[in-house]
């Protein structure tokens, strides 16, 4: 069974100060995973995915994530936070091998403070 | 691209009543759409499967006969939620998959149900 984990419910940071957003995966197979982010009141935009290749990955607005198969984690990064950024991130997961349905977890609420 | 829209975005109804929510791919085939509830402060719970020409494949614990899914075309899925109740007010996204094995999903905005 898939299940997504995101440790943390908030998490604050300085404007200008890289920011990490955590969450640890598990599935039976390999996975595909995403981070989506969530304005107030709006649904879920899309801002990367890892399929395959580099563990690695760019997003959009300056997200990056790194897979981390030993560890089981894709923990979403980016170099220096705005104020813009604070939102609802959401990390989800989907088993190749099973259905196309994402597993989501919890979310993690992000504020940068100026 | 990949832009998918809901239609309403809110709606107010009374108990008893029944209310549609639309979801269309603008610029795109979706064969499978999804459909999920959120409440407050919560994730988004998948309630159910629609692929395009078939019956929806539901989530344990959703009600078929409450929440009724049609997916008709490659571009319109619809959501029924019949004889509305309060419990049943909640958040309703919809999703979409296109055609092309694309892995990701797109969302709609969401359409805010309050059942009074």
């Known amino acids: 069974a898939q299940s997504v984990a995101q440790p943390e419910d908030q998490v604050n940071v300085a404007e200008g100060n890289p920011l990490t957003v955590k969450c640890t995966y598990s599935?039976?197979?390999?996975?595909?995973l995403f981070w989506y982010v969530q304005y107030p009141n709006r649904g879920l935009q899309f801002l990367l995915k890892?399929?395959?290749?580099?563990?690695l990955v760019k997003g959009s607005y300056g997200f990056e994530a790194e897979f981390n198969k030993s560890q089981t984690s894709f923990h979403l990064k980016k170099p220096s936070a705005l104020v813009s950024d604070s939102a609802l991130y959401f990390c989800?997961?989907?088993?190749?091998?099973?259905?196309?349905?994402?597993?989501f977890g919890t979310g993690t609420r992000l504020t940068v403070i100026p | 691209g990949a832009v998918v829209s809901q239609h309403p975005s809110r709606v107010i109804c009374k108990s008893g009543t029944s209310v549609k929510i639309e979801c269309r791919s603008l610029?795109?085939?979706?064969?499978?759409m999804f459909w999920y509830r959120q409440f407050p402060k919560q994730s988004l719970m998948l309630m159910a499967t629609?692929?395009?020409?078939?019956?929806?494949?539901?989530e344990q614990g959703v009600e078929k006969d409450k929440f009724l899914i049609n997916h008709a075309s490659l571009t319109l899925s619809t959501l029924t939620v019949t004889s509305a109740h309060p419990e049943d007010s909640s958040f309703y996204i919809c999703s979409a998959e296109g055609s092309r094995g694309q892995r990701e999903q797109y969302f709609g905005p969401g359409t805010r149900l309050t059942v009074t």
């Open positions: 629609s692929n395009e020409g078939s019956k929806a494949t539901y």
């Open positions: 610029d795109f085939q979706a064969t499978t």
């Open positions: 890892y399929i395959t290749g580099d563990n």
């Open positions: 599935v039976s197979g390999n996975p595909y």
């Open positions: 989800a997961v989907r088993d190749r091998a099973g259905a196309n349905n994402l597993f």
